[in-house]
């Protein structure tokens, strides 16, 4: 860069003043300090302040008043210049060197003071960065451009890592690469081969080679997303860094009892261990026969998956015995390859190696510390005994969410209505109730434990008692008592109870949950939620949570008879499907409510109403223009009242009321953002 004597610049984002360049400062005068790096300039030029004492270096001020995605901090996006810290109370050491910054340094916006960079490694840092977008990368040698950061000093955190070539401790200086994924001694970077052969690609040498997207790695069938591969360009044939080195014969370990040997096969195998296919490496146990993934041959013994209560055992073979179906996917599981079994005698409980350990979260691995420990998660009654009759029975208890004993009852009046004010279906019997205020629990609901064990996640749920809740499962705002799980899942009452199969008597066949499901829900037509679906491995059939806990029978005044829960295939005339409580057409392909005696048919949400599982009376926090505190559910239409006062239209099937019908239009969009805000 070219710079004229007496040059002014304006640096407002370092200095309120502007800079003028200056040549020769001459021997008599002192050196000045750089006010960005604290170096001495000892240049012939640098940019001074004619009011005050500000020195910069010539390069120092055309520096970068943020660096965008730095490789040592790639998780947030910016670091922001920030002006000296007010010492000696402030300065942090910088990331790089480990130097307190004492001058201008770079900080993460997100992270505070955590994460700090001088300008001394910031701006080296930020250049090669700047080279990288442009393709000009620093170069191994002349033939490979492979962008990595000289790190003399590094962080704590890189030193518990490990070489990406030789799997040693990282101690000292080291090479990280620009994405910050490979790591390296500086021995194993200028010794890193530039081209190779493997014995999984015969035909042809593999070059060391760089790219920016991610890549297959045709020995371990992975995807990634490291800088540094192995690629035989005529083939595109790509291997891992790590997956190159050579592999050594596995010894004996905890968890096979035989030694495993290596084995290079270009040909595919199916793996012994999960009857999934393998190319290129394999490990073969010649006591067993079994041919095996890397991965496959330190596959846990015993593991607990949130799918079963009892401990699951890694079995290589099944006797004709134990053949069934995988409990995840229900395809079958083919008894000459390995899968995962129950370890109590009697128990068929099976399921394929893939489908068990797909989620991390799903299942944890039992070690011989805890492998006798009491895996049983329900405990904690809800309810404490007051009075039992000859029989044993409590007919007078004390429920944890209730301030008065509840007295079991075998008789309903013919006109209550009621509703369980656990599960909030209507009341049946047995139930307890309270004599001096208004409060019904079944007798299931009372009984059930606080703390259990639910297939849906690992680890156990609590029961809690809430005004009102959006449920995690079925999506839908409900009142009562709710399990709270892992996260951010709440599991109301009715979603708690369903198995993970369950044979509903609108379908045919037994459904099951499977994750993975995805499409449009048959009994509502809504696309299903993100974490799957019930579906039928038989047809294309399936429900979402929503759907699969409706009731099989309601009563509407519509119709003096209990309305049943139906599904038709639509194979008549589409035109004839109408509701007969709103008048407009009914899909014939959704799950409706009908009385075969009248002819009555009715959509499943005018049967119900849009909340059929909130309480009357369910207070909401104001979070509109309403200028009181709080609404109150109102389940019906009052007189008076009948149309909405934010869109002024009346409620669903003119059954719900106006304070039903804002819930509507507000609460179901708003709920999952500001719930947390609110609680």
């Known amino acids: 860069m070219s710079m004229d004597k007496g040059k002014q610049i304006e640096c407002y984002d370092l200095h309120d003043h502007p800079l003028v360049l200056v040549e020769d400062q001459g021997d008599d005068n002192e050196k000045a300090l750089c006010s960005v790096c604290g170096e001495v300039i000892i240049s012939a030029s640098t940019f001074s302040c004619v009011h005050c004492n500000f020195h910069?270096?010539?390069?120092?001020?055309?520096?970068?008043?943020?660096?965008?995605?730095?490789p040592l901090h790639p998780q947030h996006s910016y670091l922001l210049l920030k002006p000296p810290p007010e010492l000696p109370y402030g300065g942090k050491a910088c990331a790089m060197c480990k130097e307190t910054c004492k001058f201008r340094f770079y900080n993460c916006l997100s992270c505070g003071d955590e994460f700090c960079l001088c300008t001394k490694c910031g701006v080296p840092s930020c250049n090669l960065i700047e080279r990288e977008n442009k393709s000009k990368y620093e170069f191994k040698d002349d033939g490979h451009q492979l962008p990595f950061i000289f790190l003399q000093n590094h962080k704590d955190e890189l030193k518990r890592a490990c070489c990406s070539w030789c799997q040693e401790s990282l101690m000292g200086p080291i090479y990280v690469s620009v994405g910050c994924k490979i790591k390296l001694h500086p021995k194993c970077f200028h010794n890193l081969p530039t081209e190779t052969a493997h014995p999984g690609h015969r035909l042809h040498t593999l070059f060391l080679h760089f790219r920016e997207n991610n890549f297959f790695c045709e020995v371990c069938q992975k995807n990634d997303s490291d800088n540094l591969l192995y690629r035989c360009l005529a083939c595109k044939f790509d291997i891992?860094?790590?997956?190159?080195?050579?592999?050594?014969?596995?010894?004996?370990?905890?968890?096979?009892?035989?030694?495993?040997?290596?084995?290079?096969?270009?040909?595919?195998?199916?793996?012994?261990?999960?009857?999934?296919?393998?190319?290129?490496?394999?490990?073969?146990?010649?006591?067993?026969?079994?041919?095996?993934?890397?991965?496959?041959?330190?596959?846990?013994?015993?593991?607990k998956a949130a799918r079963h209560d009892d401990v699951l055992v890694q079995k290589n073979f099944l006797d004709k015995g134990e053949a069934g179906d995988c409990q995840i996917c229900f395809e079958r599981v083919k008894m000459e390859y390995g899968c995962y079994g129950c370890s109590k005698e009697g128990c068929n409980f099976v399921v394929h190696v893939k489908c068990v350990l797909e989620y991390d979260s799903l299942y944890?691995?039992?070690?011989?510390?805890?492998?006798?420990?009491?895996?049983?998660?329900?405990?904690?009654?809800?309810?404490?005994?007051?009075?039992?009759?000859?029989?044993?029975?409590?007919?007078?208890?004390?429920?944890?969410?209730?301030e008065h004993n509840l007295v079991l009852e075998d008789n309903i009046k013919g006109d209550d209505d009621r509703a369980c004010d656990g599960c909030m279906w209507p009341i049946s019997t047995p139930f307890y109730y309270c004599s001096r205020c208004d409060f019904f629990l079944h007798k299931t609901c009372a009984e059930i434990p606080k703390i259990k064990h639910h297939w849906f996640q690992l680890p156990a749920i609590t029961l809690e008692a809430r005004n009102w809740r959006l449920c995690s499962l079925c999506d839908r705002l409900c009142s009562g008592l709710f399990y709270f799980g892992v996260g951010s899942n709440k599991f109301c009452l009715r979603c708690a109870a369903v198995p993970y199969t369950i044979k509903n008597e609108v379908h045919q066949h037994v459904l099951f949950f499977d994750r993975k499901c995805e499409g449009k829900c048959n009994g509502c037509g809504h696309d299903r939620r993100y974490f799957g679906a019930f579906r039928c491995k038989e047809c294309n059939f399936s429900l979402d949570f929503a759907c699969i806990t409706l009731p099989l029978e309601v009563r509407h005044k519509c119709d003096r008879h209990l309305l049943k829960l139906s599904y038709e295939d639509g194979e008549d005339d589409p035109e004839q499907f109408r509701c007969d409580v709103c008048e407009k057409k009914r899909d014939a392909y959704r799950l409706y409510y009908c009385c075969s005696t009248c002819d009555n048919s009715v959509h499943s949400r005018c049967a119900l109403g849009g909340y059929p599982f909130?309480?009357?009376?369910?207070?909401?926090?104001?979070?509109?223009?309403?200028r009181h505190g709080h609404l109150n559910y109102v389940g019906k239409v009052v007189d008076g009242y009948s149309y909405c006062s934010g869109c002024g239209e009346g409620g669903p099937c003119g059954y719900e009321g106006i304070l039903g019908h804002i819930i509507l239009l507000i609460a179901t969009y708003t709920l999952k953002v500001l719930e947390k805000d609110w609680f």
Request: charged fraction near 25%.
């Open 56 to 70: 910069l270096h010539p390069e120092c001020a055309q520096i970068p008043n943020f660096i965008f995605r730095h």
């Open 240 to 303: 891992h860094l790590e997956c190159i080195r050579p592999r050594p014969i596995i010894e004996a370990n905890r968890n096979h009892e035989h030694q495993f040997s290596l084995l290079y096969k270009i040909d595919p195998f199916i793996c012994n261990a999960c009857g999934t296919i393998g190319r290129f490496v394999s490990y073969v146990c010649l006591t067993y026969h079994l041919q095996v993934h890397k991965s496959c041959t330190s596959l846990p013994r015993k593991i």
């Open 364 to 402: 944890t691995i039992i070690d011989q510390e805890n492998e006798d420990r009491d895996d049983a998660t329900d405990s904690s009654s809800s309810i404490r005994v007051i009075k039992v009759n000859e029989f044993g029975e409590a007919t007078e208890v004390r429920h944890f969410n209730h």
């Open 614 to 626: 909130l309480k009357d009376g369910t207070t909401f926090s104001t979070f509109h223009t309403h």
